[in-house]
């Protein structure tokens, strides 16, 4: 490697100067990629639904996440196929640095684009003083040592604030949603709980480049921080020749990164912007093969109590967020903390799909009867945001297992439509819950009205729902006829298709989690 270092700096040098003199032409091409990665991106995720699904990796982003690939395995101790795609990114990134931040990572190009919209305007040394190292930046690296802890004791957050994840999730449950208040035929009529919560944090990272440049990227990015561990063994780096150097600090006025180029380099917090190159009134900065160590520092240094710390608080996550949720009757197997919380189909075992959940919402995006939500504390602190289905919003359709194609980890497994609807009596159909009744709501029981709107909407075949005909004396002494609805457990899987349509605002008919498919420790005991 050290012999190729003259010859492939040679041709590094023979490429700069056929771009030209001042090496802006490799700022213009940063900006090519850019648009380019964003567009597919958001292109992606506009195929993201019903109709445009099928044909298209829509997934590639979320799968070409390492930190979604090492949280996933170091939580369910699996790769699985598709995020094998991270593995590209890491060899990127050993090979030329952290690239991936300012060329291809959605968030890292819209926190660039957020600020040529939202301009501050500083003059070159506030520029320089706002581009200094600050200790807040390493805050990162002890959110990476946080998270993965975590994941390594079964709890995986790193959805939370992995940047694509963050991307797809916003874009899907609160930026998307508000376009149709805009103009009805820019998006559907979509409502998300907590999404004005999502859309805020999304708009607040982005109002942050007002105060600090790529503050994101700077101060909080996990993925960065993961790459910067990555890349302070990169071949390529960012060289300054000291001969031609004057210390005129341009280049640290244009630095996306806070790294220093005027010194010695920072490796693990370079982006690769190339501004510093472009900038450079000397061609005192290059981007070297192999460049003799003294002129970077590999990583930064971290405070050892602080990352001690967080160390200990991703140990700790799991088991304070679990102490009051376990289910001793159950051999201590975890138990869904509210009855009414309810999984998409072919979701892993509660354990196992909290280890396996990214959050990145993408289930709830291509979801055509916009059931799926964004769960508050519904399954505790850890199951934040991940998709619980309300069905007083929409019903589960039968006949559909988009959420399964769509889901990037395996927590929701992919499951054919053959598998929801079953082949009685050999193959049961997949159970997400089981219909109750509330007497005392339900209109042919407690008021004597007729109402069969539950059995009309009851897909399933046989119905799940069914009624019993009733002949009864009002209050009047009038002979009356009633269809009272009852559910048959076998055949009831829990679609929620009775609870969206019953007429009542605190439905009658509700779904909870008893006798899910996904959970030995749920089922009714006297249901084989």
């Given at each position: 490697?050290?012999?190729?270092?003259?010859?492939?700096?040679?041709?590094?040098?023979?490429?700069?100067?056929?771009?030209?003199?001042?090496?802006?032409?490799?700022?213009?091409?940063?900006?090519?990629?850019?648009?380019?990665?964003?567009?597919?991106?958001?292109?992606?995720?506009?195929?993201?639904t019903q109709a445009s699904l099928g044909g298209f990796d829509v997934n590639v982003f979320l799968e070409a996440s390492p930190l979604v690939a090492l949280g996933t395995l170091l939580s369910t101790g699996t790769l699985y196929m598709g995020l094998a795609w991270a593995g590209l990114i890491v060899a990127i990134t050993l090979v030329f640095g952290r690239i991936?931040?300012?060329?291809?990572?959605?968030?890292?190009?819209?926190?660039?684009?957020?600020?040529?919209?939202?301009?501050?305007?500083?003059?070159?040394?506030?520029?320089?003083?706002?581009?200094?190292?600050?200790?807040?930046?390493?805050?990162?690296?002890?959110?990476?040592?946080?998270?993965?802890?975590?994941?390594?004791?079964?709890?995986?957050?790193?959805?939370?604030?992995?940047?694509?994840?963050?991307?797809?999730?916003?874009?899907?449950?609160?930026?998307?949603?508000?376009?149709?208040?805009?103009?009805?035929?820019?998006?559907?009529?979509?409502?998300?709980?907590?999404?004005?919560?999502?859309?805020?944090?999304?708009?607040?990272?982005?109002?942050?480049?007002?105060?600090?440049?790529?503050?994101?990227?700077?101060?909080?990015?996990?993925?960065?921080?993961?790459?910067?561990?990555?890349?302070?063994?990169?071949?390529?780096?960012?060289?300054?020749?000291?001969?031609?150097?004057?210390?005129?600090?341009?280049?640290?006025?244009?630095?996306?990164?806070?790294?220093?180029?005027?010194?010695?380099?920072?490796?693990?917090?370079?982006?690769?912007?190339?501004?510093?190159?472009?900038?450079?009134?000397?061609?005192?900065?290059?981007?070297?093969?192999?460049?003799?160590?003294?002129?970077?520092?590999?990583?930064?240094?971290?405070?050892?109590?602080?990352?001690?710390?967080?160390?200990?608080?991703?140990?700790?996550?799991?088991?304070?967020?679990?102490?009051?949720?376990?289910?001793?009757?159950?051999?201590?197997?975890?138990?869904?903390?509210?009855?009414?919380?309810?999984?998409?189909?072919?979701?892993?075992?509660?354990?196992?799909?909290?280890?396996?959940?990214?959050?990145?919402?993408?289930?709830?995006?291509?979801?055509?009867?916009?059931?799926?939500?964004?769960?508050?504390?519904?399954?505790?602190?850890?199951?934040?945001?991940?998709?619980?289905?309300?069905?007083?919003?929409?019903?589960?359709?039968?006949?559909?297992?988009?959420?399964?194609?769509?889901?990037?980890?395996?927590?929701?497994?992919?499951?054919?439509?053959?598998?929801?609807?079953?082949?009685?009596?050999?193959?049961?159909?997949?159970?997400?819950?089981?219909?109750?009744?509330?007497?005392?709501?339900?209109?042919?029981?407690?008021?004597?009205?007729?109402?069969?709107?539950?059995?009309?909407?009851?897909?399933?075949?046989?119905?799940?729902?069914?009624?019993?005909?009733?002949?009864?004396?009002?209050?009047?002494?009038?002979?009356?006829?009633?269809?009272?609805?009852?559910?048959?457990?076998?055949?009831?899987?829990?679609?929620?298709?009775?609870?969206?349509?019953?007429?009542?605002?605190?439905p009658a008919v509700y779904i909870t989690n008893a006798h899910e498919s996904r959970a030995e420790n749920k089922r009714l005991k006297l249901v084989g």
């Amino acid at each position: 490697m050290i012999a190729l270092r003259a010859p492939v700096n040679r041709f590094l040098k023979k490429v700069k100067n056929r771009l030209g003199q001042d090496s802006r032409t490799l700022k213009r091409l940063r900006v090519a990629y850019q648009v380019f990665f964003l567009s597919l991106f958001f292109l992606l995720l506009g195929l993201t639904t019903q109709a445009s699904l099928g044909g298209f990796d829509v997934n590639v982003f979320l799968e070409a996440s390492p930190l979604v690939a090492l949280g996933t395995l170091l939580s369910t101790g699996t790769l699985y196929m598709g995020l094998a795609w991270a593995g590209l990114i890491v060899a990127i990134t050993l090979v030329f640095g952290r690239i991936f931040c300012s060329w291809i990572c959605p968030l890292g190009i819209l926190n660039q684009l957020s600020a040529l919209i939202f301009p501050r305007p500083r003059t070159e040394e506030e520029s320089i003083a706002v581009n200094r190292p600050r200790n807040l930046y390493h805050l990162k690296y002890y959110i990476l040592v946080f998270m993965l802890v975590a994941a390594v004791f079964g709890s995986l957050q790193v959805g939370l604030m992995d940047p694509i994840c963050l991307v797809v999730r916003s874009v899907s449950t609160s930026i998307l949603p508000a376009t149709h208040e805009l103009h009805p035929s820019l998006s559907p009529q979509l409502n998300f709980n907590w999404g004005w919560v999502i859309g805020g944090i999304f708009l607040a990272i982005l109002l942050a480049n007002r105060i600090i440049p790529r503050f994101w990227c700077r101060a909080l990015c996990p993925l960065g921080a993961l790459l910067g561990v990555f890349s302070k063994v990169s071949v390529f780096r960012i060289h300054r020749n000291l001969d031609n150097c004057t210390n005129c600090n341009k280049c640290v006025a244009a630095c996306d990164g806070a790294a220093e180029p005027q010194a010695t380099t920072k490796q693990s917090e370079c982006l690769m912007c190339m501004n510093c190159i472009a900038e450079c009134p000397h061609d005192a900065l290059s981007y070297s093969f192999m460049p003799p160590k003294e002129g970077s520092e590999s990583f930064v240094a971290l405070d050892r109590r602080a990352a001690v710390g967080s160390l200990l608080a991703g140990a700790a996550w799991l088991p304070l967020n679990r102490a009051s949720h376990l289910n001793t009757r159950e051999s201590s197997l975890p138990k869904a903390y509210d009855p009414k919380l309810i999984r998409p189909p072919g979701s892993l075992p509660e354990e196992h799909f909290l280890a396996a959940c990214i959050k990145c919402d993408e289930c709830i995006k291509v979801c055509p009867t916009n059931v799926l939500q964004p769960a508050g504390l519904e399954a505790g602190l850890e199951g934040l945001w991940t998709p619980i289905s309300v069905y007083r919003l929409g019903n589960c359709l039968q006949r559909c297992n988009l959420c399964g194609d769509v889901c990037p980890t395996g927590a929701i497994s992919k499951f054919s439509v053959f598998d929801r609807i079953g082949a009685p009596p050999e193959k049961k159909p997949i159970r997400a819950g089981t219909a109750f009744y509330d007497h005392g709501r339900c209109l042919p029981w407690s008021m004597d009205t007729t109402c069969v709107k539950c059995e009309e909407f009851c897909p399933t075949s046989p119905k799940a729902i069914w009624s019993l005909e009733v002949t009864k004396l009002d209050r009047n002494g009038n002979t009356i006829t009633l269809q009272q609805p009852r559910v048959d457990i076998d055949k009831c899987i829990g679609c929620g298709s009775c609870e969206w349509a019953c007429p009542i605002s605190d439905p009658a008919v509700y779904i909870t989690n008893a006798h899910e498919s996904r959970a030995e420790n749920k089922r009714l005991k006297l249901v084989g």
